[in-house]
C-alpha cells in the first residue's frame, strides 16, 4: 500500500461526495458515498487492523485464509442497533435502506460494495447486566474504511455519509489525516501474563446442569441441547486485541477469524463452523457438529482421519443437526446438494464431523434470511429449539452475549459470508471472558463432553498466551 493509492481514491470519493451534496437539493437526509480503488501492494490483514486503531476504537475483521480472503474495517461511518425478535428481517430494511440510495463508485471491486459488518447476539433478548452490558444485542456497521483482498487483488474502499450541508474541503482534510494514519506502520504490541484461575467447583456445577438435560432428554422433552461453560480471566493490565488476532490467523487458517471492536472491549474467535455464504447466486451452509480429540490404540495418529473414534453417540448428533439444516436451506435454494456423509475436519487438536450444503438460491433471497432461518442451528442451540434455549437460559452461569451468534459482512446486493461465532472471547479492558460448549444427547457423559469444552478453550487460551 502507497500514499498514491489512497491519493487516486480520495480523488473518487471526494468526487462522488460532491455529486451528492449537489443532488440533495433542500434535503438534509444523509446519503451514503462509497468509492473503490485497487491498492498494491497488499499488506498483512492484521497489520492493516492494527494500524485500524488510529482511527478509533471501532474496527472490524473477517477472514479466512485458506480461501485467500480478507476483510478490514477501519472507523466508522454508520452503526445501526437492532434488538428484537425481528431484528433480522429489520437489518434487511435497514440495509437495504442505505445500500439503496448510494452513491458507489465501483472500480473493479468484489464484492460489491457498499460493504457493511453484522454481528448478532445469540438470543434475540437484549443484555442488561453481566459481562455484555451496554453492548447491543444486534449491530449493523458501516465502516468508514473497509480493506478487501480476495484471491491476487485488493481494494480500499471508503464509506462517507454526507447532505447538503457537507462540506466537501473539510471531508478532503479529514480523509487525508486518516489516510496517513494508516498508512504508517503500526509498532508491535504484547500482552501481559495470564493465569488460569483454579476452580474446582465447575466441573460439579457442570455435572449437575449435564444431568439436569439428560433427564429432560431421558423425558423426551428435548433430544439434544448444547450447553456452554465460561472461563474468567484477569491481566494485571489491559489486553490487547491485536497479538490475539494475529496467532489466531497464524494458527487457524481455515477458520473463519473475525472481531469486532467497539469502545471498551472487542469480540474475536476464529470458528470452524460456517453458517452461510451466498454469492453470484448459490448458497452454501456448512453443519458441524460432533467432536472427537481421541484415537484409536493401534497407532491411531492426530493426522490420520480414519484412526479417528467416532461413536455412535456423536454420528447421531451430526444427523440430528445436518437434517436441521438441510430442510432449512432448501426453504430457499434449488437443487441442493449435500454431502452423502459426514466429512472429518481438524481444528487444531480436534476433529468434527461436517457436512457442506450448497444449493442455487432462490430470486431475490438476502443473506440475513438465510441467516434467519438458520440461527440457531441446533449445534449452539438444541432440538426443539424453544425448550433447549429454556434450558440453556436456565442452567448458563453467563448471558452468551454475541457468542454463538451470526458474526460475518453483506455486499450491497444482499450477499455475504457468515460464521457462528464460537471459539470466541469476549476482551473488556483486562479481563477476558471465554466461551465453550458441547453438544448433549442421549448417551452424554459429562466428564467426556467437560474435557471437550476443555479443549475447545484451547484456541483462545493459546492466542492469550496464557500459562
Known sequence: MHANSFSIELQQALRLAAEAVRGAGKSERLVLVSATQPIAPCLDPGEIFARAGRL??????????????????????????????????????????????AFVGEGTSRPPGPLFFGCFGFSSEVSHDGPWKGIPNGLLLLPRWIFVKRRDACWARINLLVNRKTCVDEVQGQ???????????????????????????????????????????????????????????????????????????????SCIVFAVARPGMCFLGATPEELVSLGEGRARSTCMAGSAWR???????????????????????HALVADWVGERMGRFC?????????QPVRIGHLYHLATHFSGVAQSGTHVLDLVAALHPTPAVGGIPLEPALGMIRRLEAHDRGWYGGPVGWLDGRGGGHFGVAIRS??????????????GLVEGS?????????????????????VA
Open 56 to 101: 478509533g476504537e471501532a474496527r472490524t475483521f473477517f477472514s479466512r485464509l485458506a480461501e485467500d480472503y480478507w476483510i478490514v474495517g477501519a472507523g466508522e461511518a454508520s452503526a445501526i442497533s437492532i434488538s428484537g425478535k425481528r431484528r433480522f428481517h429489520d437489518a434487511v430494511l435497514a440495509h437495504q435502506a442505505v445500500a439503496d440510495s
Open 445 to 465: 457423559e459429562a466428564k467426556t463432553e467437560y474435557e471437550e469444552t476443555e479443549m475447545k478453550f484451547v484456541p483462545l487460551l493459546s492466542a492469550l498466551d
Open 295 to 317: 484415537f484409536a490404540a493401534n497407532g491411531g495418529h492426530p493426522s490420520a482421519e480414519g484412526s479417528l473414534v467416532w461413536g455412535e453417540k456423536e454420528l447421531r448428533e
Open 425 to 438: 472471547a469476549l476482551l473488556r479492558g483486562n479481563q477476558a471472558l471465554l466461551y465453550a460448549g458441547a
Open 175 to 253: 480523509l487525508r489525516m486518516e489516510a496517513d494514519k494508516l498508512l504508517s506502520p503500526a509498532a508491535q504490541s504484547s500482552n501481559p501474563s495470564i493465569a488460569v484461575p483454579k476452580d474446582e467447583l465447575s466441573f460439579e456445577r457442570w455435572r449437575r446442569s449435564v444431568e439436569e438435560v439428560l433427564a429432560e432428554i431421558q423425558q423426551g422433552k428435548v433430544t439434544k441441547v448444547t450447553l456452554a461453560r465460561t472461563l474468567q480471566l484477569q491481566a494485571a493490565t489491559a489486553i490487547s486485541p491485536e497479538p490475539v488476532l494475529q496467532r489466531l490467523l497464524a494458527a487457524y487458517p
Open 334 to 342: 434449488h437443487e441442493l446438494d449435500r454431502d452423502r456423509a459426514p
